[in-house]
């Protein structure tokens, strides 16, 4: 119909009807641009707003697995000083041999840090990551990686160093026992005064007890640096920090 009548216009010369044709065509072509734009921009909008949901559900479970496993170093820790002092004072009255003996081994113990980032992986490689949240959030994202990153690395680092160093198993005051009837059929024993004589045994109790505690630190950091980041998306998505109870065996 608008080329019919711009046809009779410009045969009849009618150059003022020309022109008003070309406006209203160019006119419904921008607004149509205009449309089409507008719809785009309201469904990147959402698919960003999703993207933040099911993101800060991701980190919500990271906080917990890190809580978790700071507070499991911290127990372990603890037992291990505990068990140290007694070696050195050669005070084995009254102790909870069961839980001193796990505090021992657990030099030899370096869990991975395995959290789920299949949300943080679709992001990044989605391109999305840039126009997501704002320069708060983005920082806060850094931040949690680069500690992740470097908790994962020490993790790496400090297996070899105690593969390196020999398992306790080898020094004569310690010795595992078949198990029967628990969780996973075998009992850690140690003859705690021969341990406490044994210069190579300690010294290698008191360098695992530095390796731990270090470990303890850098697990906390990057639980600090992942509550840092499960701030930022609960003020982005309006919902709060709830990180879920992570239990282990």
């Known amino acids: 119909m608008i080329l019919a009548r711009l046809s009779r216009a410009v ?6 009807a020309v022109v008003l044709e070309f406006v209203i065509v160019i006119a419904g072509v921008v607004i149509g641009f205009q449309i089409t734009a507008g719809a785009e921009r309201a469904a990147e909008a959402e698919r960003r707003a999703i993207a933040l949901d099911r ?16 507070e499991l170093y911290d127990i372990q820790n603890e037992a291990r000083t505990e068990a140290i002092e007694r070696l050195i004072a050669h005070d084995f009255d009254g102790m909870d041999e069961a839980k001193l003996t796990f505090g021992i081994t657990s030099i030899m113990l370096f869990p ?18 840039s126009s997501l949240g704002d320069e708060a959030f983005r920082d806060a994202l850094g931040a949690y ?3 992740a990153n470097f908790l994962k690395g020490q993790i790496d680092y400090l297996r070899a160093v105690a593969v390196a160093e020999g398992r306790l ?64 998306t609960s003020r982005l998505t309006g919902q709060s920090c709830d990180p879920p109870e992570r239990t282990f065996e």
């Open 169 to 232: 198993s080898s020094f004569d005051p310690f010795r595992i026992e078949y198990a029967p009837g628990t969780s996973r059929e075998i009992r850690n024993v140690l003859d705690w005064g021969a341990a406490s004589e044994d210069p190579d045994f300690m010294d290698r109790l008191i360098i695992g007890n530095n390796s731990m505690r270090a470990m303890a630190d850098w697990w906390r950091d990057t639980l600090e640096s992942a509550l840092v980041l499960c701030a930022e």
């Open 11 to 16: 045969r009849e010369q009618n150059w003022f």
């Open 145 to 147: 990686q680069s500690e």
């Open 55 to 70: 993101l800060h559900a991701e980190v919500e479970d990271t906080v917990g697995l890190l809580a978790r496993m700071t």
């Open 112 to 129: 991975a840090f395995s959290p789920q980032e299949g949300v943080y992986t679709e992001i990044v490689s989605s391109g999305m990551l």
